[in-house]
């Protein structure tokens, strides 16, 4: 391993360790130190041997960060993940995260809390707005239909 390549390597790990990271992510910073090719394989290799690197992890930290805090839901975290190259067992893994429960109970809380933010209209217009929100918030079209219907 080169010096350069050493160097890349430390930077990267410290890169990683900050916050969890995608390969993709770490070959586009390698990328801007000015390495590519073998010399940036060679490192993500080693950063994936010494745990640095996990996609799993990284998936299902950035599911269920992304539900817990900001209310996403599970259609607009798979186009996320899937924009940054996770796909197939990861991604599976990432959507388990979500347990059925809470995700039905935080879309109704969501919807509650908008319902409230909403101005006097006709109540078509109220739920037409809610659908649309939620549908940005990116919940499937049934189960929205399917918690409107409970209230």
Known sequence: MTESVKDALRKAAMFCAYQERTQQEVRDRLKEWGVWG????????????????????????????????????????????????ITGYNLDQAMNEIAPDDYRGTLSDLLAKKRQSLRGDSPLVVKQKLVRYALSKGYEPDLIFSVLGEE
Do not use: M, P
């Open 38 to 85: 073998d010399d940036a394989e060679e490192v993500i290799a080693e950063l994936i041997q010494q745990n640095y690197l996990n996609e799993e992890r990284f998936a299902k930290s950035f599911a269920g960060g992304k539900f817990r805090v900001k209310g996403w839901g599970k259609r607009k975290i798979k186009q996320h993940l899937q924009q940054r190259g």
